[in-house]
């Protein structure tokens, strides 16, 4: 939203009086309440701002507070179940702090970007004219619109169309980004789009462009972002206690959904961070003398001492189908970043481990994923084998799905690295770190 949609003239629909005959946005709202009570509590918590200062709509955060903009000529030509999507669409924009973040750049692109990302969890049905969807092409040209475009608008058309048919849904906002920077094209064709509305005032004829306003996301001091975050966090976890609560408290909300808006409202830690937490305390002191460091007792008669921290952690790959090579990369990927003061050695293992495929990772090398066994799994193999070598390690990860039985206790620290979407069997020990991962 620009800041020249902040007129004092302008309240919140509550506070208007007007002709019987104005349009309202209280019965969508009902209507909301009774087929969506999940995004109708969000709304709850949100200032609505009946305006003509925008074409359609809108969110924005301003002065700590949220925002809905509305622009009654257009809301009230729009059938009830498109104003629910319409008011869907701008839930999405709040929840997912897109009024809060920094815009990406070039923000054209990210506003693109964002409505593929949400009008991938709206039904096509609930829509307005010019919601951008992937995996659907452009509306077709209707004779006046035709007769009103160049050759080249007409050509330019086509391929924006066939560009938004080939997005697959549900993505994220940042993956669409991506595939609009990497395409300079296309790229091109949304700038001239932009261009010539920005030169004529009006819109390039069929040439869809969103159904809402994305202006004034980024005008918010650190403090305000900051704020409004806090805000949009308590207004999305009492949502979710509310929608708990009741048969119906989610409506027609996926259960993609779900997941996304409680991982938002998690406290929980995330997986790098223990598996970092882990690392750290293995590290043991070396103490190496130093003719260039002064003996803190006898200088000048004794070399000083240089300590440094190190450590060795085994790193056992459960051979089982069900840990995948992308798995693999991921925690590679995060102990990459760990190799400066750690020295990994890698086994795989199923039923026992495999000490031909002992592999010695430190600071500038990276073990290829690869499998050299295909058996069951046994955690008393990786646990003994880590024991029998506790002279040459500080410690050691499993990375496993879990589906074995505990193995018992250990001489060592142990950590259970979990792939996603699965769990470990049973309660690891009290001195056992258990990091379940997440998918990218």
Known sequence: MSKDNTNV??????????????????????????????????????????????PTAGVSAADGNLRLWWNPKFVGTLEPAKVRGLLKHECWHIILDHTTT????????????????????????ELPEGGLRPARPFDGLTEEQLSQMTSEQVDRH??????QASLPLDKSSEWYFAELLDNEEIKKALEKNEKE????????????????????????????????????????????????????????????????????????IPWQSVLKKFCGMTRRANRASNIKRLHRKYP???????????????????QSGSVCNQAL????????????????????????????????WRKGKTPQAHRTRFGGTCFKAPTEHANKNSHRFDGYLILTDGEAPDPGPTKLKRGWVIVPDRKLLFNASKRDFVITMKSN
Do not use: C
Not at 11 to 33: H, W
Not at 246 to 267: P, V
């Open 9 to 54: 003239d302008l309240q919140p629909v509550s506070q208007l009086e007007g002709p019987a005959d104005d349009i309202k946005l209280d019965p969508y709202l009902l209507d909301l309440l009774w087929n969506e009570p999940f995004f109708s509590s969000v709304l709850r918590r949100v200032t609505k701002v009946r305006t003509d200062s925008i």
């Open 102 to 125: 920094r815009r990406h750049e070039p923000h054209l692109l990210w506003n693109y970007a964002t409505d593929w990302a949400i009008n991938s969890m709206i039904p096509e049905s």
């Open 158 to 163: 086509a391929k924006l169309s066939a560009f």
């Open 197 to 268: 509305q920005s030169e004529s005032g009006n819109p390039t004829p069929g040439m869809p462009g969103g159904m809402d306003d994305h202006e004034g996301w980024d005008d918010l001091t650190d403090e305000e972002r900051e704020l409004v975050k806090g805000k949009v966090k308590q207004a999305l976890e009492e949502a979710v206690k509310e929608a708990d609560s009741k048969a119906r408290g989610w409506g027609t909300m996926s259960s993609e959904g779900r997941k996304i808006i409680r991982e938002l409202i998690s406290n929980e």
């Open 300 to 318: 000048g008669v004794h070399p000083g001492a240089q300590k440094g921290y190190t450590s060795s952690i085994a790193v056992y790959i459960d």
């Open 329 to 360: 990369e991921q925690l590679f990927g995060e102990l990459r970043s760990l190799a400066k003061r750690t020295e990994f050695v890698v086994y795989h293992f199923d039923t026992s481990v495999d000490e031909n495929s002992e592999t010695t």
